[in-house]
């Protein structure tokens, strides 16, 4: 170990101080640890966290509706095959599919295949395989040389009725009895016509909803129809499906 004298001032003796040891040097500070953060309630409070809660939840919504719009079809008649302008129409022409519409009024511009295909009834135009078949399409057949526009109240026609269906045509009544009563009376004034269309579109009749209906009259009908129409100014009309 080396010395080095050190002179004092006041006495002038030699004082002798020897290197620093290991036990006077001073021991290094201890290293400062971090104590680890949890996550707790604070963490559910982030609006970062709230945002993308929401996102996902609006993502899973917005899938639920395409799904669900995907699957929003309306069933429809279409072409079989290739049909000719002036063909009468009959089952093995048709066949039910499925169309996704953008909107209810579209669709109901084609037949509904809910209701039976229609038949006596032949095609204004060619159709070709797999197209639509449209309401106005249709025509009535060669027997028919005449058609006739009804308005019937809600209540007086089916439900499903449909062009091509069959219908014999009623008139309802009310007159004033003796007494001052109301008595009704039903008198038919067309038998077995063919449906050629119809409209559902609200109309005023007789202050409530009724549809626009054509049918179709064949010589027959036409010669009686000045007795037709005035029964009809008589009363509403009541449209009676026949089977088969």
Same mark, same amino acid.
């Given at each position: ?52 809660? @929401?996102?996902?939840?609006? =993502? ?20 079989? =095959? ?6 009468? *129409?009959?089952? $093995? ?25 229609? =038949?006596?009834?032949? @095609? &204004?135009?060619?159709?070709? $395989? ?5 309401? =106005?399409? *249709? ?5 028919? #040389?005449?058609?006739? !526009? ?12 449909? !062009? ?16 001052? &009563? ?7 004034? *067309? ?6 269309? @119809?409209?559902?579109?609200?109309? $005023? ?5 009724? #549809? ?12 009686? *129809? ?10 509403? !009309?009541? @449209? ?5």
């Amino acid at each position: 170990m080396d010395v080095f004298p050190i002179r004092g001032r006041m006495s002038g003796m030699a004082t002798t101080v020897g290197a620093p040891t290991a036990r006077d040097r001073v021991a290094d500070p201890p290293a400062r640890t971090v104590p680890a953060r949890r996550l707790g309630a604070d963490r559910w409070r982030d609006p970062r966290l709230a945002v993308g809660v @929401l996102l996902v939840a609006a =993502s899973v919504v917005l899938g639920v509706r395409v799904v669900e719009a995907a699957d929003d079809t309306v069933t429809v008649w279409s072409a079989r =095959s290739d049909v000719s302008a002036g063909t009468v *129409l009959t089952d $093995a022409d048709l066949v039910a599919t499925q169309v996704h519409f953008a909107g209810g009024d579209e669709a109901r511009l084609y037949l509904s295949a809910e209701a039976a295909p229609p =038949s006596g009834v032949a @095609l &204004g135009h060619d159709l070709r $395989a797999g197209e639509l078949l449209a309401a =106005s399409s *249709l025509q009535p057949s060669s027997a028919a #040389t005449a058609e006739l !526009p009804l308005a019937v109240p809600d209540g007086s026609i089916p439900a499903d009725l449909a !062009p091509g269906d069959h219908v014999d045509v009623w008139v309802a009544s009310e007159a004033t009895g003796a007494a001052g &009563g109301a008595t009704g009376t039903a008198t038919q004034v *067309l038998s077995d016509v063919s449906i050629v269309s @119809l409209d559902t579109a609200d109309t $005023a009749l007789g202050g409530g909803a009724a #549809t626009r209906v054509l049918v179709a009259l064949d010589d027959a009908a036409v010669a009686g *129809l000045d007795e037709t129409l005035a029964t009809l100014a008589s009363g509403a !009309p009541v @449209l009676v499906r026949r089977g088969g």
